[in-house]
């Protein structure tokens, strides 16, 4: 019965004050749409990350005088150390052929460089499980025997790890910022409404009801605008989102890069689920919050 009615009362509240409502609402929207648009960027940068571990990697090559059972042998244990994803041979030819398709129009420069003749190290493609482990283990396979050298993208390789740790410091801020405002401007809103009401919660105080009694429809009232706010949210952030997706596949930039964009049903239960925690714990802390004054002994 007690629970009903505080129930009854938070809904009421909301309601009661459509002004300061409203006003909560719009304010926690924009804020869960911008913690969102971040949250979706980071979610991609992680995914564009993974891409690009699965096809970054190290290219080895092998000594000429290297006999195939060598070769096995090293490939064998270059697939034995942490951290590898894919190890592909390329024979001599492969790489005598890809050369000449780099060349196009200039091929005959390799005329007289087939069979025997074919100055180009066979080699193994190989790929990583995590991109931060490049250099330890390119240092690993330089002590390998039958190893002539290794060339790799550490630089490149480098880059996208800060950038990708760059932006998500960043979103990790910008997130911490937003929760801070909009705890603020909801606990703020939602005192006016208990302003309004310090007549009422006095009387109330003084025929013996709790502070735990008095306090619950108002933290109610910042419950239900959070959760409200967090299904507007939603449905924005997804319109948002397919149509800025849509306008990036278009532009065959990602077809350039290699890679591909998360579709908003690949993360739409990862932000709900934070929406829905963002919206019911802002609502309880700014609730609590504006309480606490009126509360006191």
């Known amino acids: ?12 509240n909301v309601f009661k004050n459509k002004k300061a409502t409203m006003i909560s609402l719009i304010t926690m929207i924009c804020a869960m749409f911008l913690f969102g648009t971040f949250f979706a960027i980071g979610e991609n940068v992680n995914s564009v990350l993974e891409q690009v571990q699965k096809s970054q990697g190290m290219e080895v090559f092998i000594q000429n005088e290297a006999t195939d059972e060598q070769t096995s042998e090293l490939e064998m244990k270059i697939k034995a150390l942490d951290g590898i994803n894919t190890v592909t041979f390329k024979s001599k030819q492969e790489a005598l ?59 490149t390789i480098n880059t996208l790890m800060k950038i990708a740790n760059g932006i998500k ?3 990790g801020a910008i997130s911490v910022i937003l929760l801070m405002i909009s705890i603020t401007i909801i606990a703020n809103t939602i005192r006016l409404t208990v302003h309004a ?101």
């Open 169 to 171: 410091i960043a979103i």
């Open 97 to 155: 052929d890809l050369m000449k398709e780099n060349l196009k129009d200039n091929q005959d420069l390799l005329e007289g460089y087939e069979g025997e003749k074919n100055i180009f190290p066979a080699s193994f493609i190989v790929t990583l499980t995590d991109l931060s482990l490049a250099t330890e283990i390119e240092a690993k396979i330089e002590t390998m025997e039958n190893v002539k050298k290794i060339t790799s993208n550490n630089d």
């Open 1 to 12: 019965m007690g629970s009903n009615y505080l129930i009854r009362e938070g809904i009421k």
């Open 197 to 297: 009401r310090r007549k009422e919660i006095s009387i109330m105080k003084y025929v013996g009801a709790t502070n735990h009694f008095i306090r619950w429809p108002f933290i109610i009232e910042g419950i239900i605008i959070g959760v409200l706010a967090a299904g507007i949210t939603i449905l924005i952030v997804g319109a948002m989102y397919d149509f800025v997706i849509q306008a990036i596949e278009q532009s065959n930039i990602l077809q350039t890069m290699g890679v591909t964009l998360l579709q908003f049903p690949e993360i739409v239960n990862l932000i709900a689920i934070a929406y829905v925690i963002l919206g019911i714990g802002v609502g309880m802390i700014g609730s609590s919050i504006s309480m606490k004054k009126y509360l006191e002994v």
